[in-house]
């Protein structure tokens, strides 16, 4: 049974950095590429960034140059920086693995204050 545990969000001031993780066990985490979504209040879940095995990633336009994937393999867990928070940024975010059965933890709430 796979499982995502997304941790290390919080209230955030404007201007600021954070960074969440994603712990999973279940699947040979090293084989999946990986992506992060988000879901703001009263809006849809959107893709925000993607890292595949090989390490290539890839960022939704709107978030390109402030996020930053990345993947700790020996650790089974996957990472995404944030720099440079604005109000807009306000969401939970959920890690899930490529597969043809979406899988989604509880996410982690990152709010942030103008």
């Known amino acids: 049974q796979v499982q995502l545990v997304e941790s290390g969000g919080g209230l955030v001031r404007a201007g600021g950095s954070i960074r969440i993780s994603c712990t999973v066990s279940g699947l040979i985490f090293s084989a999946y590429t990986m ?31 402030r996020f930053t994937v990345s993947r700790d393999n020996r650790r089974n867990t996957l990472y995404l920086q944030i720099t440079d928070l604005n109000p807009e940024d306000t969401a939970v975010y959920y890690c899930t693995p490529e597969r043809s059965v979406p899988t989604w933890g509880q996410g982690t709430q990152v709010t942030v204050s103008s």
């Open 35 to 65: 992506d992060w979504y988000r879901q703001a209040p009263g809006k849809e879940r959107e893709f925000v960034a993607r890292i595949s095995s090989g390490m290539a990633t890839f960022y939704d336009d709107s978030v390109e140059g």
